[in-house]
């Protein structure tokens, strides 16, 4: 579907919401927070504390109205109306590209901030990442970039894998760019890869099944809101397979993963915690350039990596941003 078709769609759906449901807008401001995945206690904390360090605290003098969509994507554009209509101050949208436009869509008057690895730009959100120019502005996390960097720093900790498989989301939206991506790297470093799907619980189930059967000998998760939103799973069956793998964020890696590369998503929660504040003081998001991450980190759990039998090569350690032991 074009975007296009999209946001007509989207604002259609909103329009037929009736007026009188609308709750009237009270002294205290309200946030508005649209997930696409399921909210993440700990990256919440980490938008509450920068909040806070604006002068706006929850329960105090600034209240937050959560909506989710669990992964379920047809359910963002009746989730966005609810928040639209109950004329919120900002809306501040996570979990995927897909909540970002359907907030946009919904809504061309209330301030909204993103936290996104889908390009504001092309998909319409703003003008340009320096000057936004309309209601919307946010963090550009662009992980689906950093899949080859994964892979070669996966080969470093697993030298023996004739065979490494990846898996990413067919049904995310920067699914091209990552497999470019990721064939690139492999050509590159003549590492041989197989290309696994997933996009529902079931369907991870079976990529790992996949990955046994072809006797892969470590394993890229790509970068993708779904996967993130199921890491204790993906966690738990890499343990059970006993598969070296590689994931976007330190969250998988507290969890019990073996080792992440990317950008550190608590930053930018908190980042989309200070843009919230500064939009509930009156400053417009035309105005506030879109944050993109300047660093990235590697984080590697040497108790995981002791348990799957690996020898971490000191220079990897020595390179590591974070090591968990």
Avoid: C, W
Avoid at 129 to 139: R, Y
Avoid at 149 to 170: C, E, F, M, S, Y
Avoid at 183 to 201: C, F, H, K, M, P
């Amino acid at each position: 579907m074009q975007r296009r078709e999209f946001i007509s769609m989207l604002g259609s759906a909103t329009a037929i919401l009736p007026r009188g449901a609308r709750a009237q807008q009270s002294a205290t401001p309200v946030i508005g927070f649209l997930d696409g995945q399921t909210f993440d206690p700990y990256l919440m904390t980490a938008f509450r504390q920068a909040l806070k360090n604006t002068g706006y605290i929850e329960g105090k003098n600034v209240e937050l109205y959560f909506r989710s969509a669990d992964g379920q994507t047809d359910r963002l554009v009746t989730l966005a109306g609810d928040i639209v209509g109950r004329r919120v101050a900002v809306i501040v949208t996570t979990g995927g590209g897909g909540a970002a436009l359907a907030a946009y869509a919904s809504t061309t008057t209330i301030p909204i901030v993103f936290v996104s690895g889908v390009d504001p730009v092309t998909s319409g959100l703003v003008m340009s990442l320096s000057q936004p120019g309309g209601n919307a502005t946010g963090i550009y996390i662009f992980q689906q970039v950093l899949e080859g960097k994964r892979l070669g720093l996966l080969r470093g900790l697993a030298p023996a894998a004739a065979l490494i498989a990846v898996l990413l989301n067919p049904t995310n939206a920067n699914f091209q760019s990552q497999l470019r991506g990721v064939q690139d790297a492999a050509r590159a470093l003549e590492q041989q890869v197989s290309i696994l799907s997933a996009s529902t619980e079931r369907e991870i189930d079976a990529a790992f099944a996949t990955v046994t059967q072809s006797r892969a000998g470590a394993l890229l998760v790509g970068s993708d809101p779904f996967f993130n939103n199921e890491r204790d799973q993906i966690v738990a069956l890499a343990a059970r397979h006993a598969i070296p793998t590689i994931y976007e964020g330190r969250e998988f890696v507290m969890a019990g993963g073996l080792s992440s590369y990317g950008t550190n998503l608590a930053d930018a929660y908190r980042q989309a915690g200070v843009y919230a504040g500064r939009l509930l003081r009156g400053e417009k998001p035309s105005d506030l350039p879109i944050v993109q991450p300047t660093q990235f980190e590697f984080v590697i759990n040497l108790k995981t990596a002791k348990a799957l039998g690996l020898d971490v090569p000191p220079g990897l350690t020595t390179s590591a941003d974070e090591v968990i032991e």
